[in-house]
């Protein structure tokens, strides 16, 4: 079992930037792929990037492209996503989440991961 805890959300001016965190403890994540997800009101969860842990192999979605980047610190086991340029529509409930079946292939949609953080709240005001 993974246990995932994000933080660092929060209230942001537009063009302002912001850094999650995603912990992660009950094992090491040396052969998973970790995603960050989010969710806005009335939406479906949608794929934001990913890092996959063995060969820091990072994949964004065209919206973040450019402006969001993924990271991970082995020693601490924890995922970063940093957050630049932020717009009004990046508002949302943003998740990490673990895929337990690969460390080196990024998949896209929300079924494939099977631990997933309790979400972490980023609004961006314009």
């Known amino acids: 079992q993974v246990q995932l805890v994000e933080s660092g959300g929060g209230l942001v001016q537009a063009g302002g930037s912001l850094r999650l965190s995603c912990a992660a403890s009950?094992?090491?994540?040396?052969?998973?792929?970790i995603g960050w997800f989010r969710q806005a009101p009335g939406k479906e969860r949608e794929f934001v990037a990913a890092?996959?842990?063995?060969?820091?192999?990072?994949y964004y979605s065209d919206s973040v492209k450019g402006r969001f980047t993924s990271s991970r610190d082995s020693a601490k086991n924890t995922m970063y996503l940093q957050m630049n340029s932020l717009k009004p529509d990046d508002t949302a409930v943003y998740y990490c989440?673990?895929?337990?079946?690969?460390?080196?292939?990024?998949?896209?949609?929300?079924?494939?991961?099977?631990?997933w953080g309790q979400g972490t709240q980023v609004t961006v005001s314009s």
């Open positions: 989440a673990a895929d337990r079946r690969t460390s080196t292939v990024v998949y896209t949609t929300p079924a494939q991961y099977d631990y």
């Open positions: 009950g094992r090491t994540l040396s052969s998973y792929t």
């Open positions: 890092i996959t842990w063995s060969n820091s192999k990072t």
